[in-house]
């Protein structure tokens, strides 16, 4: 399915400029492994669509899209995007990554609390600054997406208001992968939040009411994009993985 400008408007609720932007007008980076073999930059899975879906939300949270949209900003957000694919793809360890960030941002930061948040969370040190996501670790990943704001001048209080509204849009997404992905994990013994909740009934319904607590939130922000979600979340409870877990 292609993902078009359309789409990502009437049914996702994406602003037309925003939508219109990364469905259309960005090309695809080259020598990105994050968009290796790709001839559209936008494709059908959340790692994709998270792109559009997190920059409307940080235009409805206060931020102009003309510093948004700007080619500087977007190539970083992209260059990092290709380190993260080498990280996860273990072609190189959390050090390494980090010290690709840190060549990445060189003379770039300036929202200096955070990338000092985010440098010391991912080297095992609690943040100092704000509250970040540090207590389901399956869930941790939505921090990495985090980098994508240092490069710009906002304000502590900023980043304050503006986390409640990522973590209502990122862990949803994030815990609709550990549904599909529940009984994989098991096997690989990776990080899933319903694992670590308990791997039975109880840690399904947790999860679930987490995410639905977080669409609720989002709903303030981008009432499509929640009831998507929530409806997602509402379907995962009717895969094969999850019926058997939640008899236990």
């Excluded at 936008?42 to 700007?70: E, H, R, W």
């Excluded at 993260?84 to 770039?108: D, M, P």
């Excluded at 389901?136 to 502590?156: E, G, N, P």
């Amino acid at each position: 399915m292609v993902i078009t400008s359309r789409i990502l408007q009437d049914r996702l609720g994406i602003d037309a400029e925003v939508a219109d932007y990364f469905a259309n007008l960005r090309p695809v980076p080259q020598d990105n492994l994050f968009w290796r073999n790709k001839r559209i930059y936008l494709s059908m899975g959340f790692g994709y669509l998270t792109i559009p879906f997190a920059f409307d939300l940080m235009f409805k949270c206060g931020i102009p899209k003309n510093v948004l949209l700007q080619n500087d900003h977007v190539s970083l957000m992209e260059a990092g995007f290709d380190r993260l694919r080498r990280y996860e793809s273990k072609a190189y360890g959390i050090n390494q990554f980090l010290k690709e960030c840190s060549s990445l941002l060189e003379g770039k930061i300036r929202q200096e609390h955070l990338a000092s948040d985010l440098f010391g969370l991912f080297s095992g040190n609690p943040p100092r600054y704000f509250q970040l996501e540090t207590k389901h670790r399956a869930l941790a990943r939505s921090d990495f997406f985090l980098f994508t704001l240092v490069d710009l001048d906002v304000t502590d209080d900023w980043i304050h208001s503006f986390l409640p509204y990522w973590y209502a849009l990122a862990r949803p997404i994030l815990l609709l992968d550990d549904f599909k992905d529940l009984e994989e994990d098991r096997q690989a013994q990776d990080e899933n939040t319903i694992i670590e909740l308990g791997d039975n009934r109880e840690g399904v319904q947790r999860a679930h009411q987490l995410g639905l607590s977080d669409t609720e939130l989002l709903k303030s922000k981008n009432e499509k994009l929640a009831r998507f979600l929530s409806d997602l979340l509402q379907e995962a409870l009717s895969y094969p993985q999850i019926v058997e877990a939640l008899s236990r």
